[in-house]
């Protein structure tokens, strides 16, 4: 365990304070899909993060050294801010790091102009449901059928929006 660790949860401040966020590049593609493959158990593809990589989308990496601690993508609308993806590594979950990266989503969808941000979640994820809650995030409606799920199956999503 490391010795800047408070506990085997939360990281401390000089920690906090050496995280830095970067623009997502082609070059990290491989720690993203590391991370996106063992995440979720229907993850995105390479191709949709390489298609993401482009000025209609706020694609983002927080980097801890060169330790890719998660990452965001959003995409631009008129006044509001879609949120597509937001992932911490697993072996990085609950430190509060996606309290951190939405921070940083709102900073910068506010300087971008938008009111709201939106997102989709699966109606199973009750983590990430708790997670945005906490943060703001009211359910606004259900998207039946959204996500792929196991055998042929697929799951509804809940949406949910933040204004800004």
Not at 16 to 33: G, I, Q, S, W
Not at 120 to 145: H, W
Request: glycine content about 4%.
């Amino acid at each position: 365990m490391s010795a800047v660790m408070q506990s085997a949860s939360q990281p401390t401040e000089a920690v906090r304070n050496a995280v830095t966020l970067r623009t997502m590049t082609p070059e990290n593609l491989d720690a993203v899909m590391a991370i996106e493959q063992t995440a979720y158990s229907h993850p995105w593809s390479r191709g949709n993060f390489q298609d993401s990589l482009n000025p209609l989308f706020e694609a983002q990496c927080l980097w801890l050294g060169d330790e890719l601690l998660g990452y965001f993508l959003a995409m631009h609308g008129v006044e509001e801010m879609h949120l597509l993806n937001i992932t911490v590594a697993p072996a990085r979950q609950c430190q509060g790091w996606a309290h951190m990266m939405l921070d940083a989503l709102c900073l910068i969808s506010r300087q971008m102009g938008a009111q709201t941000l939106w997102l989709e979640v699966r109606q199973s994820n009750a983590r990430a449901l708790q997670v945005y809650e906490r943060y703001g995030f009211v359910r606004v409606g259900l998207r039946k059928d959204y996500y792929p799920a196991d055998r042929q199956q697929r799951e509804h999503a809940v949406v949910m929006s933040l204004k800004l």
